[in-house]
């Protein structure tokens, strides 16, 4: 026992020289190092002799370089290398690299390596064309399994290799911070046995085993984060708000021209109970677009008004923001409007307070809200300063949570003796693993079914690459649509006129290999040429950059028909209800996300009239951007884009990307691979945290929870912020 655990830094098992050269990986301590996990392995019972290699198919080998040398290419500016790779066997083959330059110093006479590579022909010979290469070590060339590591430039895969099987050597096995029960009911082998065979196993069951247990760590660490966090939201006293039977909910619900639907009726009944208790809401509503989330999150605040408390209503944009002032008016009408001459009886009043509001209004707004006179405040991130205050917060419903972080949230939890409930609204679905890992905090409900009067939506890919002459034919669908009495929407990824790109684009990423693309449409770009195209119409312009009273004036001005068409950005791409907008055209589809392009289709086909989608892009046939349109063409479920959407995302974009700079500790976890596990372990985490809610009987797994989020508080990234 050499005494090295897992907090010891690396200059003490591999000495100074060494543990410098693994800083550019950000490796520090013995736990970093065994935490970098390779990220593929060769399988030396599977690799090819190349005596036996055919010319069209991929294939791996490990050789030595026999000769190597720099050559001017023909056809183009640049070198290439030419080298001669010879395996143990004695067979030879040519492997060609371009941007030969940067490989001359790793591809040299004597140096072992892995090739990977398809196979081709060349002057009669069989050679690999600029094939993966990773240098190893020639003694790995004698293990059955060659581990391959992340590296970079300055630090190689053989590099880490050689400074892992050195601390091997020399650390102590970890304390396991799983407890044995869960170990033996999962059949999970110990951390220490998992953490050396992650880098050197035996056999390939070594690597799915060790790779299993290490995703128990990370799915268990984020699990307790929530739980935690669950434990600390609900332990405050909240006001309790049961309904009454009578009053505003009442006299609304029977006001009500339509029915509520089942799963409206399902939810409800859901928030009800949870209003009532003692302690703090804290649910999740996910429903697809025009589920009808509104009205539940006003039913539930209308219960909490009867009780003498507040709600407040946050929304991630002042136009949204705006528009759900107005929504809420117009649904309580004469319920909504107290000290006006036609309020009904114990009727509330809605104030809207945003951070634009010039000091009169904001003064007025302040006052209402402080006073109680405000049933309901609506408003963006001005609500959670320190200068707006409540007579009783009693609710707070966020719309649309992916804007808002966790501070921001607490901000408001935290006002006063007693927590507010906490009702979230998400109007994109989510996967039942992102749910869990994302959302885990919160209970969640699901709203079913559409609203009647919802009427269907034609989803169309416009590719204008094979058809670039059905441009022309857009602007007339635009006008068919208007000439029947409705109005369109033109979006466009970017608002334009800006140096580094717009923040209201969420680009997925780049096809593999593709060229150089132009930037995305942007509405200042392009609005002029559809007021030309369009001449006759009444065009209005819409973007997260105008001035606030003017966005507000130009969507009053749509929502009262006084505008045919509207060219925005994915400004309107949430909340925003005109029924009698029919039309839809996405520009650079292609560059908007899965879920995005599902939010803004659903602009549309909230009245009697059918709606259309026009999709439109440059980009081929059979690439993955033309199937993620084709994906969203072909279903208007949104749970089944959500998982798709899931399936086509970089895992990085849904768990550890957000960690503000800090090194995230999931490594492997993954929501596509893992959900069975992650569902396991948000019991055992539950159960734990139940009944341990500070975890000091386990301070092995508290410290668990540090490793995989950083702190237990910084659960704040999974808000999706």
Same mark, same amino acid.
């Given at each position: *026992?050499?005494?090295?655990?897992?907090?010891?830094?690396?200059?003490?098992?591999?000495?100074?020289?060494?543990?410098?050269?693994?800083?550019?990986?950000?490796?520090?301590?013995?736990?970093?190092?065994?935490?970098?996990?390779?990220?593929?392995?060769?399988?030396?019972?599977?690799?090819?002799? !190349?005596?036996?290699?055919?010319?069209?198919?991929?294939?791996?080998?490990? %050789?030595?370089?026999?000769?190597?040398?720099?050559?001017?290419?023909?056809?183009?500016?640049?070198?290439?290398?030419?080298?001669?790779?010879?395996?143990?066997?004695?067979?030879?083959?040519?492997?060609?690299?371009? @941007?030969?330059?940067?490989?001359?110093?790793?591809?040299?006479?004597?140096?072992?390596?892995?090739?990977?590579?398809?196979?081709?022909?060349? @002057?009669? #010979?069989?050679?690999?064309?600029?094939?993966?290469?990773?240098?190893?070590?020639? @003694?790995?060339?004698?293990?059955?399994?060659?581990?391959?590591?992340?590296?970079?430039?300055?630090?190689?895969?053989?590099?880490?290799?050689?400074?892992?099987?050195?601390?091997?050597?020399?650390?102590?096995?970890?304390?396991?911070?799983?407890?044995?029960?869960?170990? $033996?009911?999962?059949?999970?082998?110990?951390?220490?046995?998992?953490?050396?065979?992650?880098?050197?196993?035996?056999?390939?069951?070594?690597?799915?085993?060790?790779?299993?247990?290490?995703?128990?760590?990370?799915?268990?660490?984020?699990?307790?984060?929530?739980?935690?966090?669950?434990?600390?939201?609900?332990?405050?006293?909240?006001?309790?708000?049961?309904?009454?039977?009578?009053?505003?909910?009442?006299?609304?619900?029977?006001?009500?021209?339509?029915?509520?639907?089942?799963?409206?009726?399902?939810?409800?009944?859901?928030?009800?109970?949870?209003?009532?208790?003692?302690?703090?809401?804290?649910?999740?509503?996910?429903?697809?677009?025009?589920?009808?989330?509104?009205?539940?999150?006003?039913?539930? *605040?209308?219960?909490?008004?009867?009780?003498?408390?507040?709600?407040?209503?946050?929304?991630?944009?002042?136009?949204?923001?705006?528009?759900?002032?107005?929504?809420?008016?117009?649904?309580?009408?004469?319920?909504?409007?107290?000290?006006?001459?036609?309020?009904?009886?114990?009727?509330?009043?809605?104030?809207?307070?945003?951070?634009?509001?010039?000091?009169?209004?904001?003064?007025?707004? =302040?006052?209402?809200?402080?006073?109680?006179?405000?049933?309901?405040?609506?408003?963006?991130?001005?609500?959670?300063?320190?200068?707006?205050?409540?007579?009783?917060?009693?609710?707070?419903?966020?719309?649309?949570?992916?804007?808002?972080?966790?501070?921001?949230?607490?901000?408001?939890?935290?006002?006063?003796?007693?927590?507010?409930?906490?009702?979230?609204?998400?109007?994109?679905?989510?996967?039942?693993?992102?749910?869990?890992?994302? /959302?885990?905090? =919160?209970?969640?409900?699901?709203?079913?079914?559409?609203?009647?009067?919802?009427?269907?939506?034609?989803?169309?890919?416009?590719?204008?690459?094979?058809?670039?002459?059905?441009? $022309?034919?857009?602007?007339?669908?635009? +006008?068919?649509?208007?000439?029947?009495?409705?109005? &369109? /929407?033109?979006? &466009?990824?970017?608002?334009?006129?800006?140096?580094?790109?717009?923040?209201? =684009?969420?680009?997925?990423?780049?096809?593999?290999?593709?060229?150089?693309?132009?930037?995305?449409?942007?509405?200042?770009?392009?609005?002029?040429?559809?007021? $030309?195209?369009?001449?006759?119409?009444?065009?209005?312009?819409?973007?997260?950059?105008?001035?606030?009273?003017?966005?507000?004036?130009?969507?009053? %001005?749509?929502?009262?028909?006084?505008?045919?068409?509207?060219?925005?950005?994915?400004?309107?791409?949430?909340?925003?209800?005109?029924? @009698?907008?029919?039309?839809?055209?996405?520009?650079?589809?292609? +560059?908007?996300?899965?879920?995005?392009?599902?939010?803004?289709?659903? #602009?549309?086909?909230?009245?009697?009239?059918?709606?259309?989608?026009?999709?439109?892009?440059? *980009?081929?046939?059979?690439?993955?951007?033309?199937?993620?349109?084709?994906?969203?063409?072909?279903?208007?479920?949104?749970?089944?884009? %959500? #998982?798709?959407?899931?399936?086509?995302?970089?895992?990085?974009?849904?768990?550890?990307?957000?960690?503000?700079?800090? +090194?995230?500790?999931?490594?492997?976890?993954?929501?596509?691979?893992?959900?069975?596990? !992650?569902?396991?372990?948000?019991?055992?985490?539950?159960?734990?945290?139940?009944?341990?809610?500070?975890?000091?009987?386990?301070?092995?797994?508290?410290?668990?929870?540090?490793?995989?989020?950083?702190?237990?508080?910084?659960?704040? /990234?999974?808000?999706?912020?």
């Amino acid at each position: *026992m050499d005494g090295f655990d897992l907090d010891s830094r690396l200059d003490g098992p591999l000495g100074k020289k060494a543990a410098d050269a693994l800083a550019p990986l950000g490796l520090e301590t013995a736990g970093d190092l065994l935490r970098h996990y390779p990220r593929r392995y060769v399988d030396r019972g599977r690799l090819t002799d !190349i005596a036996g290699l055919v010319a069209g198919e991929h294939a791996t080998v490990v %050789a030595q370089v026999a000769r190597a040398e720099l050559r001017e290419m023909r056809a183009r500016r640049g070198k290439m290398l030419k080298a001669v790779i010879r395996d143990e066997k004695g067979g030879e083959l040519d492997c060609t690299f371009f @941007n030969g330059w940067k490989l001359q110093g790793f591809v040299k006479p004597g140096v072992v390596g892995v090739f990977s590579g398809k196979v081709g022909v060349f @002057n009669q #010979r069989l050679q690999l064309t600029h094939p993966q290469f990773e240098e190893i070590d020639e @003694n790995d060339s004698l293990r059955p399994f060659l581990s391959v590591y992340p590296a970079n430039a300055k630090v190689t895969s053989q590099a880490v290799a050689r400074s892992v099987r050195q601390l091997l050597d020399q650390v102590d096995d970890p304390t396991d911070p799983l407890p044995e029960s869960l170990r $033996e009911r999962e059949k999970l082998p110990g951390l220490g046995r998992a953490l050396r065979r992650i880098h050197v196993p035996e056999a390939e069951a070594d690597i799915h085993a060790a790779r299993h247990r290490l995703v128990w760590d990370e799915a268990l660490g984020v699990q307790l984060a929530l739980a935690l966090r669950r434990a600390d939201a609900t332990a405050r006293p909240a006001p309790a708000c049961p309904r009454t039977g009578t009053g505003l909910l009442a006299a609304f619900d029977a006001d009500l021209p339509f029915p509520l639907t089942d799963g409206q009726q399902a939810v409800g009944e859901e928030i009800a109970a949870d209003l009532a208790a003692g302690h703090p809401m804290n649910r999740l509503v996910q429903g697809d677009v025009g589920a009808g989330k509104t009205i539940v999150a006003l039913r539930a *605040m209308l219960q909490v008004v009867d009780a003498g408390a507040q709600a407040a209503m946050l929304a991630p944009t002042e136009v949204l923001a705006a528009q759900h002032a107005r929504s809420l008016r117009a649904m309580l009408g004469a319920l909504g409007r107290a000290g006006e001459l036609d309020a009904a009886d114990d009727a509330t009043s809605i104030t809207l307070l945003t951070g634009s509001m010039g000091a009169k209004a904001r003064r007025r707004a =302040l006052l209402d809200a402080q006073s109680g006179a405000a049933g309901i405040v609506v408003g963006t991130h001005a609500l959670i300063q320190d200068t707006v205050g409540f007579a009783e917060l009693g609710l707070v419903v966020v719309d649309e949570q992916h804007r808002f972080g966790v501070e921001q949230r607490d901000a408001l939890r935290s006002r006063g003796e007693r927590a507010p409930h906490m009702l979230v609204m998400t109007a994109t679905p989510i996967p039942r693993t992102v749910a869990m890992s994302v /959302y885990g905090d =919160l209970a969640v409900s699901e709203l079913k079914g559409l609203p009647r009067g919802r009427s269907p939506i034609t989803t169309t890919v416009v590719p204008l690459a094979e058809h670039p002459g059905w441009i $022309e034919r857009i602007w007339q669908r635009i +006008r068919e649509e208007v000439e029947r009495g409705h109005q &369109c /929407y033109v979006v &466009c990824p970017r608002v334009g006129d800006t140096e580094a790109g717009d923040a209201e =684009l969420q680009e997925p990423p780049p096809e593999e290999g593709g060229s150089e693309r132009r930037a995305p449409l942007a509405v200042l770009d392009i609005a002029p040429m559809i007021t $030309e195209k369009l001449a006759g119409l009444r065009v209005g312009i819409l973007h997260g950059k105008l001035p606030p009273e003017e966005k507000d004036a130009t969507m009053r %001005a749509f929502e009262r028909a006084e505008l045919d068409v509207l060219v925005a950005t994915t400004v309107i791409e949430v909340g925003v209800d005109v029924p @009698n907008a029919t039309g839809i055209v996405l520009l650079d589809a292609d +560059r908007f996300g899965l879920s995005q392009l599902h939010q803004l289709r659903g #602009r549309v086909g909230r009245g009697s009239a059918a709606g259309l989608c026009l999709l439109v892009t440059e *980009m081929p046939a059979a690439t993955t951007a033309r199937e993620r349109l084709d994906a969203v063409a072909g279903t208007t479920d949104g749970f089944e884009l %959500a #998982r798709l959407d899931l399936e086509l995302r970089r895992e990085g974009d849904v768990l550890g990307a957000s960690q503000s700079g800090s +090194r995230s500790g999931l490594k492997l976890l993954s929501l596509l691979r893992h959900g069975e596990v !992650i569902a396991k372990a948000q019991v055992y985490a539950r159960d734990l945290v139940g009944h341990d809610p500070q975890l000091s009987g386990h301070p092995r797994l508290r410290d668990l929870v540090g490793e995989t989020l950083g702190d237990t508080e910084r659960a704040a /990234y999974l808000d999706k912020a």
